[in-house]
């Protein structure tokens, strides 16, 4: 049917489904998420969104998260640093050695690692930029390096524990400034829950005769509760306040964005799209603020994570080195050929990522209480692996700020949900591979056939 005898019924569906198809990297990511939030949820009977478990979550998967959007810098343009790891170990080892051998002040001691972080990236991206080095290269030799400096640095010996100021600046909770009060949301969930609870069970249900016949596929043991249960109980008024007023901006913002791109006559998603993702986004920041609001208020990883977010997000998206960071991940000669100092670019991105990793490894060692010989190992995978599943191109010029944090969190519901349900080590190795397998055999397909 051609684009003039086609139906006014079947435009619409049409292009959402191209819009989609198109885009389906980034609405992907989403919705594998809170799939595999609701399954865990369900297949851990109602632990996995327990406050205290989130909480655990968050302040596992901080430093991964800050490591995540440095990585996204670099991957975006074209290259990779299989150093993160080792890097943000040892810079950890660092900060525990002046704070606690040397007695410098907790705050000068934090300014010396970030710079000294800052100083090492620059070597790196040195030598990647203006030498023309692989950053493969480079990085598995940083990796090896940095790997021995932690060893050599730490005597072989954990050094600890850090200042209770910094301990409470990275591990602590948000002060809860105007004391707690009782519950008003409980109520409302509660009866939300009893709403949703029979379609959920049947859907269970149904999940488990596709099980019967599909032997592979795990079987959910889950039984809601249907009658109304008290809701008693108290709640950080900070917390919920300041996640009500940072959800209003976010969504103020949203649509502000969308008015100026209308305006202008520039393409934008079909609005429905554009709705339930932003009223997802917003929804599931808002019960993650009101369930941590319920346990002991906004954890500080979560607020340092949500500010950077913010800062990267503003950078990638609204400035013109972010701009010119995707044109050379896109392209590197058409980049130059443009104008675009494209070692500079290349150089900063590395200065960046040590600085972050510097940054990852004091919140890693101040959760831990100490700096260890095997503090670092094995983070870059995680690092990598959230990015790709987060939808960065292997190639560059591809990726997001909120793919990569969201990649991070996939994986860490992922490490959170099997170890509670008890599966060995073993499989959880071979499951973490797979999912980022697929996730980056979905990209090269994708481009094939576009």
Same mark, same amino acid.
């Given at each position: 049917m051609s684009a003039e005898t086609m139906?006014?019924?079947?435009?619409?569906?049409?292009?959402?489904a191209g819009f989609l198809k198109n885009n389906i990297r980034e609405y992907g990511m989403l919705i594998s998420l809170i799939v595999i939030m609701l399954y865990f949820q369900f297949a851990t009977d109602g632990r996995l969104f327990q406050p205290d478990n989130l909480t655990n979550i968050v302040q596992q998967r901080g430093y991964i998260v800050v490591m995540a959007l440095g990585m996204l810098m670099i991957i975006v343009a074209g290259h990779i640093d299989l150093s993160v790891g080792w890097l943000c170990g040892f810079l950890g080892a660092v900060a525990a050695i002046l704070m606690v051998d040397h007695g410098v002040p907790w705050y000068l001691a934090v300014l010396a690692t970030l710079v000294f972080g800052g100083m090492v990236g620059a070597v790196q991206g040195y030598a990647v930029a203006y030498l023309h080095i692989p950053s493969f290269i480079v990085t598995l030799a940083g990796m090896l390096i940095f790997r021995g400096l932690t060893l050599y640095v730490l005597g072989g010996r954990n050094v600890g524990p850090f200042p209770p100021e910094l301990a409470t600046l990275l591990t602590g909770f948000f002060p809860d400034l105007s004391g707690r009060m009782a519950d008003p949301i409980a109520p409302h969930l509660e009866s939300l829950r009893l709403f949703v609870a029979p379609y959920a069970l049947a859907a269970v249900e149904a999940w488990n005769r596709l099980t019967e016949s599909a032997s592979l596929l795990p079987k959910i043991?889950?039984?809601?509760?249907? %009658?109304?249960?008290?809701?008693?109980g108290d709640i950080s008024s900070t917390s919920l306040g300041i996640a009500t007023v940072v959800v209003a901006m976010m969504l103020a913002n949203a649509f502000a964005a969308r008015v100026k791109l209308v305006r202008q006559d520039m393409q934008t998603e079909p609005f429905v799209f554009f709705l339930l993702k932003t009223l997802a986004i917003a929804g599931m920041l808002f019960y993650l603020a009101y369930l941590f609001a319920t346990y002991r208020g906004l954890p500080n990883v979560f607020v340092i994570m949500g500010l950077l977010i913010a800062l990267y997000s503003f950078v990638t998206t609204r400035t013109t080195v972010g701009r010119r960071v995707y044109a050379l991940g896109g392209n590197e000669k058409a980049a130059k050929l443009s104008g675009i100092n494209t070692e500079r670019l290349v150089f900063l991105a590395f200065v960046n990522m040590g600085v972050l990793s510097a940054l990852a490894g004091m919140m890693f060692a101040t959760r831990l209480?100490?700096? %260890?010989?095997?503090?670092?190992?094995?983070?870059?995978?995680?690092?990598?692996?959230?990015?790709?599943?987060g939808g960065a191109s292997a190639s560059g010029g591809v990726g997001t700020v909120l793919g990569a944090v969201i990649g991070a969190f996939i994986m860490g519901v992922m490490n959170n949900g099997m170890s509670m349900m008890g599966i060995g080590i073993d499989w959880q190795f071979i499951i973490k591979g797979s999912v980022l397998f697929l996730a980056v055999f979905l990209d090269v397909y994708n481009k094939k056939k576009g």
């Open positions: 139906s006014p019924a079947e435009a619409p569906r049409r292009s959402y043991e889950w039984t809601p509760v249907l %009658t109304r249960q008290e809701t008693t209480g100490w700096a %260890t010989p095997k503090s670092g190992d094995g983070f870059e995978l995680d690092v990598i692996a959230a990015c790709f599943i």
